[in-house]
């Protein structure tokens, strides 16, 4: 059943719902002009909020505080091209409340991915961003400084914190070249940082990875080549130990394959789990279709 179908001046490249809440059916949207724009889906033909954000395309977007999904304020955040992460509070007009860029002299990088972490307050939240060049960055909101950074040697396409509501647990970032990454973000050295695990899948790029809603430790990846993974993390007898000068560090644990699936001979660009059904999923490709899917026995793993 097709609502309304809406169209705009300039192409949309990301949105989410995260910030509103299920009443409200507010969609933000960042587009190619580098615009983010709130919609009231009830009454769509003028935004409720629009700000022109970035100087280039916006590339990922998220939000945090609404449909149940994190404590704090209604906050988006949207990364470009034009090299900077900024979070957005609607009931502020115009300007950011936080603005990542490059420092002085640091040549810009694109930024493809960007997701909300640690709101599990109404003090504390994290963003994490990815970046064309294998750069992801964290960002503490609270203390509105960088808390850590890495390089994973590839462009970094998808990054998500297996809860948005929950105190550091893990994050996982996927590459341009079939590779994941899963850290262990509980537990930060100051040197060595966060404790990892990487895993070789789709022989592809990676471009998107979503946790299942009701079960934390699974996770789905999609594919470059039109494929499915579905994965379990198994932590280790200890989550963390201590260095040979007593500090503490995390210790990684492992992801083993539970299941893959090849749906299309395009790429899968997309993909979310439904919050309410276990297991109902939906994706999208570079083939113009849209798939919905069932998960059965998610329970017994």
Known sequence: LLSPEIEKAKPIKCGTFGAASLQQRYLATGDFGGSLHIWNLEAPEIPVYSVKGHKEIINSIDG??????????????????????????????????????????????DCWTVAFGNAYN????????GYDNGDIKLFDLKTMSLRWETNIKNGVCSVEFDRKDVNMNKLVATSLEGKFHVFDVRTQHPTKGFASVSEKAHKSTIWQVRHLPQNRDIFMTSGGAGSLHLWKYEYPAQRSKKDSEGVEMGVAGSVSLLQNVTL?????????????KKGLCVCGAFDQTVRVLIVTKLNKV
């Not at 299309?264 to 309410?276: A, G, H, V």
Request: some cysteine.
């Open 64 to 109: 945090v505080g609404g449909l149940g999904i994190g404590e704090g304020a209604p906050e988006i955040v949207t990364g470009s091209r034009d090299g900077t992460v900024k979070v957005w509070d609607p009931r502020q007009k115009d300007t950011p409340v936080a603005n990542m860029e490059p420092a002085q002299g640091e040549s810009k990088r």
């Open 122 to 129: 109404q003090e504390e939240r994290v963003v994490c961003a």
């Open 264 to 276: 299309s001979t395009q790429p899968i660009s997309s993909l979310d789990w439904s919050p309410d």
